[in-house]
Nanobody, 125 residues
Framework: QVQLVESGGGLVQVGDSLRLACTAS????????MGWFRQAPGKEREFVAA???????YYADSVKGRFTISADYAKDTVNLQMNTLKPEDTAVYYC???????????????????WGQGTQVTVSS
């Protein structure tokens, strides 16, 4: 059983940066698909970014160029570096993992097996 724990959320100002971390335990995740999703108040959970163990990266158009997903396999951690934050980035951010997800479905939350509890990110204007 894989357990995911997010950290690094908080309250920041428009234009600030924030780094989220997702630490996995329970089994090695070095060959997993790791993703970040977010859910704003009153909205559905949406895809943010994902990473394959072979280095392929995927981003939502809304965060491309501002967010960077990366993995530190030695620490079983996946990070999400968020720069130039906007009020519309305010959401609960969730880490997700799966043994395999088709590339065509990598943005679909239903294809991920494991989820963290989420961490709140609030961007104040």
């Amino acid at each position: 059983q894989v357990q995911l724990v997010e950290s690094g959320g908080g309250l920041v100002q428009v234009g600030d940066s924030l780094r989220l971390a997702c630490t996995a335990s329970g089994r090695t995740f070095s060959t997993f698909i790791m993703g970040w999703f977010r859910q704003a108040p009153g909205k559905e959970r949406e895809f943010v970014a994902a990473l394959r163990w072979n280095g392929y990266l995927y981003y939502a158009d809304s965060v491309k160029g501002r967010f960077t997903i990366s993995a530190d396999y030695a620490k079983d951690t996946v990070n999400l570096q968020m720069n130039t934050l906007k009020p519309e980035d305010t959401a609960v951010y969730y880490c997700a993992a799966s043994r395999e997800v088709l590339t065509s479905r990598i943005r679909l939350q239903g294809d991920y097996e494991y989820w963290g509890q989420g961490t709140q990110v609030t961007v104040s204007s």
